[in-house]
């Protein structure tokens, strides 16, 4: 499958690491008058309490914001069948649309939620598919406060387990990614595959953190080896690739990403589209990180692209 560029987009130049590790400009990891104060609360701490710092960059990390949860589409609000899913301690709160067709599973990023993507649910209804949702652990209706890079791809294996076969999986984000980690570690399974705003190494969540809060590199090695050592290594950083992970996959993939998304670099999808052979980029302009999710022309691609 040939890349597929939009012809004002496509670019013979590779992006560059700088490009690809840039600060962003907007979302939880801009910088603001609030994370310049947490920076020299960090700097003293990094400095004379170094452990200390790494425990605190553990516990903050793990602790996602939370935002409201929003309504879901007059459309599709008295369809909604939710249930509760049990998450060893904790549960899920499942959403589902529909009874029989090909499963879609619907993937949500850090500090949001499911109905962040419910523009989505009703173009996939109207093409046949059943659809499935979920607030991730410490999200939305689910349970706990904290989670990490390895609860979250658990739960979403969880859920695509429960779902059944499935056609394909849309993560946006920081959940697309975990998608990925989730179908090469926990064996999830889909026949297509839609990442939409991925960074394209999950190692690039822990450094825009760690310059967020000014982390210094030995700070930053002992948060990551206190993420390590809560699953007995199992988090391996250095496997962390979400290009590799695709890679691995081996299945027709769309990734989508906006030229001016200020939260995750344009040039994260041109690594992942230029790096695989099964991959079409659909690359847009002036809707963000967040508008692409309600974009009509972005659903209209995602949707044939599960079609054809």
């Not at 013979?12 to 910088?31: I, K, M, N, S």
């Not at 310049?36 to 400095?47: F, V």
């Not at 000014?214 to 930053?220: A, E, I, K, N, Y």
């Not at 670099?265 to 079409?280: N, Y």
Request: proline share 6%; glycine share 6%.
């Amino acid at each position: 499958m040939r890349h597929q560029f939009s012809p004002d987009l496509e670019s013979p130049h590779a992006p560059t690491v700088a490009q690809c590790l840039r600060p962003p400009r907007a979302g939880r990891f801009a910088d603001t008058r609030a994370s310049s104060s947490l920076r020299h609360l960090y700097r003293w701490l990094c400095r004379f309490m170094p452990s200390l710092a790494a425990h605190l960059a553990f516990r903050q990390l793990a602790t996602p914001p939370r935002s409201a949860a929003g309504r879901w589409p007059v459309a599709i609000r008295e369809l909604t069948r939710e249930r509760r899913l049990s998450n060893g301690s904790s549960e899920l709160a499942v959403y589902e649309w529909g009874h029989q067709g090909p499963a879609v599973l619907l993937v949500h990023g850090w500090g949001s939620n499911a109905t962040h993507l419910a523009r989505l649910v009703q173009p996939l209804r109207n093409a046949g598919f059943r659809v499935i949702a979920f607030d991730a652990p410490a999200h939305g209706r689910s349970t706990g406060r904290t989670t990490d890079m390895v609860a979250y791809a658990h739960a979403v294996a969880l859920v695509a387990r429960h779902a059944g076969p499935l056609h394909a999986v849309i993560g946006h984000s920081f959940g697309a990614a975990m998608a990925m980690y989730a179908a090469r570690d926990w064996g999830l399974a889909a026949s297509r595959l839609v990442l939409m705003s991925s960074f394209n190494d999950c190692n690039r969540f822990l450094e825009m953190f760690a310059r967020h809060v000014g982390l210094t590199p030995d700070v930053l090695r002992r948060t990551r080896e206190l993420l390590s050592q809560r699953y007995g290594g199992r988090l391996d950083w250095g496997r962390m690739s979400v290009t590799e992970m695709l890679r691995q996959a081996n299945r027709p993939a769309l990734v989508v990403h906006d030229e001016n998304d200020e939260e995750i670099p344009f040039e994260h999808g041109l690594v992942m589209t230029s790096a695989l052979q099964t991959a079409q980029l659909k690359a847009t302009r002036g809707l963000g990180h967040h508008r692409v999710l309600r974009n009509p022309e972005v659903i209209r691609r995602i949707t044939a692209f599960l079609v054809d």
